[in-house]
């Protein structure tokens, strides 16, 4: 994807049911140049990730979402497209699971957390990933 095309194009994926904090997440992001993707459920967020547009740079994740596909298994699917990509969970309830559920070298923000430190662990992310790449 050429830069002008990646400049517009959604790449930080966030799946997250509640429409507040949603809004909360996607305000936060694209304070900071990032251009976030909204999936409410675990279906459309697997949707999106398999289609052309799913080349997204992190992965934002609620747990518990709306529908049979839960956080955990997003997260893995989205691992299956980009074996590297950042994948930050978000959750309320489920942070217990999280060292046997979650995909390796991902990070857990319990809720309620503050906007701004998710933007600070997705930019620690994105960074982490750039200065690995080739």
Not at 43 to 60: K, W
């Amino acid at each position: 994807m050429r830069e002008a095309e990646r400049a517009t194009h959604p790449n930080i994926l966030v799946i997250e049911d509640d429409v507040q904090i949603q809004t909360t997440i996607e305000s936060a992001l694209e304070d900071e140049g990032l251009h976030p993707a909204i999936a409410a459920t675990g279906e459309e967020a697997v949707t999106l990730l398999r289609s052309d547009l799913g080349d997204y740079r992190a992965l934002v994740v609620d747990i518990k979402l709306l529908g049979r596909i839960d956080g955990w298994e997003v997260a893995r699917a989205a691992r299956r497209v980009d074996p590297n990509v950042p994948v930050v969970y978000i959750t309320g309830a489920a942070a217990d699971r999280w060292e046997t559920q979650g995909v390796p070298s991902s990070v857990l923000l319990k809720k309620p957390f503050a906007p701004a430190d998710l933007v600070t662990v997705i930019q620690q992310l994105l960074d982490e990933r750039s200065d690995a790449e080739p």
